[in-house]
Every structure is written in C-alpha cells, then in structure tokens.
C-alpha cells in the first residue's frame, strides 16, 4: 500500500511527492491495476492495522487433527519510514506462550513485505491441550494492543471412511456420493466403506458378498408379527374372526364362530368342543373335560 523511501532523503522525498501529484492528477487516465497476492496481503494487514493493532491473518475458527502441526501467524505493520522492531508476544487463553514451550513451541520472528513483522508459532505434533483462544500482542506507548482473538480447536483423527464431528468420529456414507457403483448396481452404505449389489441383491454378514434377498420369507418376516397381533385383538372380542384383507375383526354372524386359526366363521358343531348359546346368536367353547354332547344346536349345557 505504501512504497518504501527514506524521509530524510531530499532526492528520495521529491520524488515521492512527484509520483504522489502525479498519480493525483493523471488518475482519471489511469487503468485498474491488478494487485497481486502479495499485494493483497500487505493491502490486508495496513487496513487492519489502522489502530496499529496486530493481525492474525487467520480465521476465527482453526480446525487440526491431533498429531498435526499448528502454525499461525502474527502481523504487525511498522509504518512508513518507521523500521522500530517491536515486539510480538503470543498468548494461549491470555498466558504467554514462550519459545520451545514444552519443547513442541517455537516462535520465528522477521520482517516481511519491508513495513511488516511476522510472528510465526508453530506448535508441532498438536494434542486436545493446544486447544484454545490464541492471540498475539505488542507494546504502544507502555500500553498493551492485542489482536483479535483466534480458537484453535483440535480434533480426533478418524480413520478411513470416517469423518471427525462435534469432536467424534461418525461414518461416511460414500453412497450419497453417487454414481459410486456401476451400471444398474445398488450402492450400500457399511460402517467405515461401502459395497456395489445388483438389484435382488443384500449385503451379507461379512459386509463384502452380495448374497441373494429371498423376498417371499422377508414377506412373511414383515406379516407373521403383525398377524399375530391381530388374532390376539379378534381373540379378545366375542365372537369374531380377522377380515379377509387382514386390516380388522370381523363378527361372525349369528349361530356361527370363528375357525381355530380365526381365518372364517363356521357354525357351532363343525367347530370342535363348542355348542350353540342359549340366545343362539354364538359359540360357546365347553369347559376343559366336557363335551357338547349330540345337541349342538339346541343351547343345551355341555355334559
């Protein structure tokens, strides 16, 4: 943002101003200029160092695996003409970080660009302990500037097929990747991989051969339980069977009650041990060790 001369020099001094007058009154001539990366970043640290502050040029959220590296770094623009060093001091949850702390901390200072001090901190093979709020600071005029504040947070390495979330690690499901597997095959998602089946096809117990589905007991599978409810609900009610669309019961019609396995009604002597009610409206099943005896319809006791 500012071109480097010494204000002292007279000849240096003019010429800056010449190029400054210029620059002013022939700008309307003048063509965009493209500004390069290291432009950008010199343009980047002097906007934010308008209160003389130091920058991290990072963002607010830093995200490492443990085991990696951490490496951040600190800015602090000098100003024209002013080639003062000052010091930059890290910080971890506002404690100074020291160089070669704990032997895996080391702070690399230099001067950068000719107007700007770089602070590097590199925090070697990174553990859940280097997580934190880092900032970098500096001395003005015996007051302390701080820059803003930057959380490091580290994370659980995963293995493959697997991804760090909230801090733990979750599977991938590579199927909604798509287009994974080939031509007319199924993609299945397993714990930490995936598996390609043809159509009719399911993944067996060892998560790798693509065994056929048989889809008549997997019918059943699906039926038998709730069948089973269903009788048990008929079975409760007086006198009634489960509809033939398997959805409800039924009652049976006057005279008649319902089969064993309560599938259709039939009438009270074609079902065996019952006899006909008093009221003839339905079956009654005889006690244990009794028999209807020869006058199934007639509501006679059983003997």
Known sequence: PHPVFDYDNPDEKNIFFQNA??????????????????????????????????????????????????????HLYLGLGNSTEKEIKWLKNFSVVKDNENERAMIEDGIVSEVIKESQLRIVNATFEDSGVYTCSTIENRAQKRSLNVNVKILQRCKAGFTSSNGECVDVD?????????????????????????????????SITCVDINECV??????????SILVDNCRALLNYRVSNDFTKCEECPPGQGP???????????????????????FCQKCPAGQWPGEAYTEGKPCN
Not at 32 to 61: H, M
Not at 179 to 187: V, Y
Request: proline share 3%.
């Open 21 to 74: 007058e210029k620059i002013y009154t022939e700008s309307e001539k003048m063509r965009v200029l493209l500004c390069n990366s290291d432009c950008q970043r010199r343009l980047n640290i002097a906007l934010k160092n308008e209160e003389k502050l130091p920058v991290i040029i990072e963002q607010e959220l830093l995200q490492f695996y443990a085991g990696e590296e951490i490496s951040l770094r600190c």
């Open 174 to 206: 590579e199927c909604k990747n798509g287009n994974i597997c080939g031509e007319n095959q199924i993609c299945i998602n397993t714990v930490g991989s995936w598996q390609c089946c043809l159509p009719g096809f399911e993944l067996a117990e060892d």
């Open 218 to 227: 997997d019918i059943l599978s699906w039926f038998m339980p709730r069948y």
């Open 259 to 281: 089969s064993e396995d309560f599938r259709v009604c039939k009438p009270c002597h074609e079902l065996v041990g019952h006899r006909n009610s008093t009221s003839h409206q």
